[in-house]
């Protein structure tokens, strides 16, 4: 079965930087847009950052802009998400997720078909 699993979460202080990792099996990872989603207590989930199928078309929300870098692997099976210049208000769980849709809408949650299990990030003041 598909399977996404993330890691590289952790503590940082703010100002500081992380890396996620997002390693897909039982797909075919290259016919899939990769997505990062975030969920912050008492909040809802909500859209990061997208990566096309061959990672040459990338979309970030407005809040993470010039911050954190999407990137992949397709023949690791891999996604990444490289963020710097953390804020305290970035810290949430973590979610990467498949969408078989390499066009149209990006940001909702329905398109994407796979999720992980998550991964904590605590950006400490």
């Known amino acids: 079965q598909v399977q996404l699993v993330e890691s590289g979460g952790g503590l940082a202080q703010a100002g500081g930087s992380l890396r996620l990792s997002c390693t897909a099996s039982?797909?075919?990872?290259?016919?899939?847009?990769m997505g990062w989603f975030r969920q912050a207590p008492g909040k809802e989930r909500e859209f990061v950052t997208t990566?096309?199928?061959?990672?040459?078309?990338?979309y970030y929300a407005d809040f993470v802009k010039g911050r954190f870098t999407i990137s992949r692997d397709n023949a690791k099976k891999m996604v990444y998400l490289q963020m710097n210049n953390l804020k305290p208000e970035d810290t949430a769980v973590y979610y990467c997720?498949?969408?078989?849709?390499?066009?149209?809408?990006?940001?909702?949650?329905?398109?994407?078909?796979?999720w992980g299990q998550g991964t904590q990030v605590t950006v400490s003041s």
């Open positions: 039982g797909l075919t990872f290259s016919n899939y847009r």
């Open positions: 997720a498949a969408s078989p849709y390499n066009s149209g809408d990006y940001v909702t949650e329905q398109r994407y078909n796979y």
């Open positions: 990566i096309s199928w061959g990672g040459s078309v990338t």
